[in-house]
C-alpha cells in the first residue's frame, strides 16, 4: 500500500506545474530543418512527446512513439539531449525519423509546457486544448486510445 502511495505522490509532484488548457503555440525546425507547428491537424488529435537520450524510459518508449508517428501527428521534442550532430547520430541508432524531432537543447519549450520530467506527453485534440497529459511509461495501446479519445 506504502508503495502505490509513493507512486501517486511522485506523479502528482512531477505533473504539478503541467501546462493545462489551450496548449502552447509554437513553431520550431526539426532535426532535418523542416519547419513545424503545434498546431493539431483538422479531426486529427495532436501527441506532442517531451523525451531525453539519457533517458532510459524514453529508449523503451521509443518504438511506441515512432509507430504512433506513421497514423498521427507527433511532435518528438528532444530535451537537453546534446547538439543537433548529437541527436542525428542518436535518431540513426534508434531507427527514429528526424522530419518530426525538435533539438530544445535550452529547455524552453519544455518550461513552455511545465515539463520536469521524462518522458512527458501532451494529448492535444484538433480545436488546440491539452486532454490528456502523462508522465512516463504508455503503452502503444494506450496511446492510440488516448489520441483516439481526443480526435472525437
Known sequence: MMVILAVFVVRAWQQQNLTTGVAPSFTSKTLSGDTINSKPLPNQALLIHFWATWCGICALENDNIQALS????????????????????????????????????????AKLFGVRATPSSFFINPKGHIQFVEVGYVTTLGYKIRLWWVGL
Not at 518528438?76 to 525538435?102: P, V
Request: no cysteine; aromatic share 8%.
Open 70 to 109: 506513421k497514423d498521427y501527428k507527433v511532435l518528438n521534442i528532444a530535451m537537453q539531449s546534446g547538439t543537433n550532430a548529437e541527436l542525428i547520430k542518436y535518431a540513426n541508432e534508434h531507427n527514429m525519423r528526424f522530419d518530426n524531432i525538435i533539438n530544445d537543447n535550452s529547455g524552453s519549450l
